[in-house]
């Protein structure tokens, strides 16, 4: 699957969303966070609601798929600022990969102990 620079696009497009479901559950709960604020944090960011996200987790929708089709992606995103993988996230040209590495780095915070409001940018 070329992406329009002619490169190969990363293998994290075609992975199905529930197959990192589990590791993002279980970064979370190994720092006493919960499965329900990790949810919290995808509704926010992607504007699913639980029935569409327990939905897509049971279809194996792939992460190309989860973005496109998220229904509102929030305004607020692009407060989301740092590094991931080594990589700044507001860096990020390519806007799938982008929106990915917001997942991440809200994932990342939540592990960390950060406060459910300034994960999900509260004013």
């Not at 987790?57 to 600022?81: G, H, V, W």
């Not at 590094?83 to 860096?91: I, N, Y």
């Amino acid at each position: 699957m070329p992406t329009e620079a002619g490169q190969k696009k990363h293998r994290i497009y075609t992975t199905s969303f529930s197959s990192v479901y589990p590791h993002y559950v279980n970064k979370a709960e190994k720092k006493g966070r919960t499965k329900a604020e990790l949810d919290e944090i995808i509704l926010w960011l992607t504007g699913y609601d639980q029935t569409c996200l327990d939905s897509l987790l049971n279809d194996e929708t792939d992460f190309e798929t989860f973005f496109a089709e998220a229904p509102k992606m929030n305004p607020d995103r692009s407060l989301i600022t740092g590094v991931v993988c080594g990589v700044r996230v507001e860096e990020i040209d390519e806007p799938t990969m982008r929106e990915i590495r917001y997942l991440d780095k809200l994932v990342d915070e939540l592990a960390r102990g950060k406060a459910m409001e300034k994960i999900l940018r509260a004013p």
